[in-house]
């Protein structure tokens, strides 16, 4: 099995999650998300096989998120304009992803990467 991870370069955590992959010898295709940002296509069909809320799907502690004050504004958002939003720019999703055929990991948490690669 061959998973997709997306990942931005530069940071930390997504280093040791690629590091960790290969450590454990799991295939994937890597995917700068910052240069080829999710589309809103993607982000649906990622959500829905996640079974995790779509506010996982932000990240929350990056300096776009901040500067957009999404913290006040996406819960009286609909989901579309969120997919929307998620869309335009990678530096919003949270990061990293794994995306398997019937799997969605957001975040690096070894212990779940573990159940569901290993």
């Given at each position: 099995?061959?998973?997709?991870?997306?990942?931005?370069?530069?940071?930390?955590?997504?280093?040791?999650a690629?590091?960790?992959?290969?450590?454990?010898?799991?295939?994937?295709?890597?995917?700068?998300?910052?240069?080829?940002?999710?589309?809103e296509?993607?982000?649906?069909?990622?959500h829905?096989?996640?079974?995790l809320?779509l506010?996982?799907?932000f990240?929350?502690?990056?300096?776009?998120?901040?500067?957009?004050?999404?913290?006040?504004?996406?819960?009286q958002?609909a989901?579309?304009?969120?997919?929307?939003?998620?869309?335009?720019?990678?530096?919003?999703?949270?990061?990293?992803?794994?995306?398997?055929?019937?799997?969605?990991?957001?975040?690096?948490?070894?212990?779940?990467?573990?159940?569901?690669?290993?």
């Amino acid at each position: 099995m061959t998973v997709l991870f997306l990942e931005y370069p530069p940071c930390s955590t997504c280093k040791k999650a690629r590091k960790w992959l290969e450590e454990h010898q799991i295939s994937f295709t890597a995917r700068h998300i910052k240069e080829d940002n999710p589309t809103e296509e993607e982000l649906k069909e990622w959500h829905k096989k996640s079974g995790l809320p779509l506010k996982r799907f932000f990240n929350t502690s990056g300096l776009v998120y901040k500067n957009l004050s999404l913290k006040d504004k996406l819960p009286q958002m609909a989901e579309e304009e969120q997919y929307r939003l998620l869309a335009t720019d990678g530096m919003l999703v949270k990061r990293p992803l794994v995306i398997g055929t019937d799997f969605v990991l957001v975040g690096f948490k070894e212990k779940e990467w573990e159940d569901r690669l290993m």
